[in-house]
């Protein structure tokens, strides 16, 4: 994230505003590239002209780039600012990177680096009048959660160069030095974004924002400035030197209200700091035939045998029957899965599971594992070592699937010899 500022960081630890800096010019030999319309480069970051899907063109016209990229220095970890006066300025390019002209902020409508690390300003000039006077038309923010593996390109209007790449998943924790994000969008190998590219949005192959480019891992080193780690659900983490990330933007689109204006009272809000829902959440739990007990599986799809009775072997937690993935000592791969329709509005979202896992290997090296998956983003591995007498609660935090219909994924797989049951029972999104 913080790496990806064009200035060194040390000036800011030391206090320096970012506005007070002036970054190294871009290397010369930097390649230029089309695809740079309606971006505005920034004294030390990259940033776009934006829309709300559902903006006229009578609005003020919005500016997007990371929170590390405010004027007024890093926010704090836990630290929201909202609505802060601003005179922030960028240039605005067009699709061959040529300086149009100046566009200028008068308020900074929203800026975080928790849960996320984005700053959206409002500009002076409507998006007509930007229109009319430079022939630039914004980027809409899209409403949607991204898909996994989609192409994109991310566009820096500081190095007037693109990146092209793939989305690679999804990382429920990130983490970097004092601050940490949620859902972060992971990339594959074509966007190993640089210094300078803060702020840059990750464009889907409509050129509506679907992120916004933020952290990269510089040296390998594990959670540190500049070197951001992935953590598990069970606390570890994982460091892969020259892997880069961005963060969710669709998040500022569940906090708008009916007047177009960003608004974190709207229930639903997703961006950090949106004020709790007050009787428009409906408590409920939303995970169909959790404890498996219904004639047929419905509406879990699974692997033949899965689904079965409880045993003097293999009892059930509740009830008189379970899910069993693996135990078949050969290998295999076995599956339960159902589409889960996760409501918004509310401020919990819990998923729980009962795991019992009993093994014939007879070591601690990982051989045989399940995994739970939201979509494509993987929440949490077990494996034949974390093998225990009884059952164990699990839970996850589902926060961030807020409003979207997603596939919960269970898969046991095992290798070629000593089995290992992973039996699972009552399982439950409970949302509050």
Not at 26 to 42: D, V
Not at 169 to 193: H, K, Q
Request: aromatic residues 6%; hydrophobic residues 35%.
């Amino acid at each position: 994230m913080y790496r990806r500022l064009a200035t060194g960081i040390g000036a800011l630890l030391l206090g320096t505003a970012l506005a007070a800096v002036t970054a190294a010019a871009p290397a010369q030999a930097a390649p230029q590239a089309t695809g740079l319309n309606a971006t505005i480069a920034l004294n030390n970051c990259s940033a776009s002209l934006v829309r709300f899907p559902g903006s006229v063109d009578a609005d003020r016209a919005l500016m997007l780039t990371n929170g590390h990229c405010y004027e007024g220095g890093m926010p704090g970890a836990g630290v929201v600012l909202q609505n802060k006066p601003s005179t922030r300025s960028g240039s605005l390019l067009n699709d061959a990177g040529t300086a149009l002209g100046t566009v200028k902020a008068d308020t900074l409508l929203y800026a975080t680096m928790t849960g996320t690390d984005v700053s959206l300003y409002r500009l002076t000039t409507t998006f007509a009048a930007i229109k009319s006077s430079y022939g630039v038309t914004a980027m809409t923010i899209k409403a949607d959660h991204p898909a996994d593996g989609i192409a994109t390109t991310i566009p820096s209007s500081y190095w007037k160069q693109t990146w092209n790449c793939s989305i690679n998943g999804f990382v429920p924790t990130l983490r970097e030095d004092a601050w940490t994000m949620r859902d972060s969008i992971r990339y594959n190998a074509g966007c190993d974004t640089k210094h300078g590219t803060s702020g840059s949005p990750i464009l889907d192959s409509a050129r509506n924002v679907v992120g916004i480019n933020n952290t990269g891992n510089d040296d390998g080193e594990m959670c540190t400035m500049n070197n951001p780690c992935e953590v598990a659900a069970d606390g570890t983490t994982t460091a892969t030197k020259g892997q880069s990330y961005g963060q969710q933007t669709y998040w500022f689109t569940t906090c708008v209200n009916s007047g177009r204006q960003l608004d974190l009272t709207v229930s639903g809000c997703l961006l950090p700091g949106a004020t709790p829902p007050t009787g428009n959440c409906t408590a409920a739990q939303v995970v169909g035939n959790g404890g498996f007990e219904s004639t047929s599986a419905t509406p879990w799809t699974a692997s033949t045998g899965v689904i079965r009775a409880g045993s003097t072997a293999q009892p059930t937690h509740g009830g008189t029957k379970l899910a069993l993935l693996g135990g078949k000592g050969s290998t295999n791969t076995t599956t339960a899965s159902q589409s889960v329709a996760v409501p918004a509005g509310c401020s919990t979202y819990t998923l729980s599971y009962y795991l019992h896992i009993d093994t014939k290997e007879t070591s601690n090296t990982v051989y045989d594992k399940l995994t739970v998956k939201v979509g494509s983003t993987t929440l949490a591995t077990y494996s034949n070592a974390n093998k225990a007498s009884g059952y164990a609660l699990r839970t996850l935090d589902l926060k961030a699937y807020a409003g979207q219909t997603v596939t919960l994924t269970f898969t046991g797989t095992e290798d070629s010899s000593l089995a290992t049951n992973f039996v699972l029972d009552d399982v439950a999104l409970n949302v509050s």
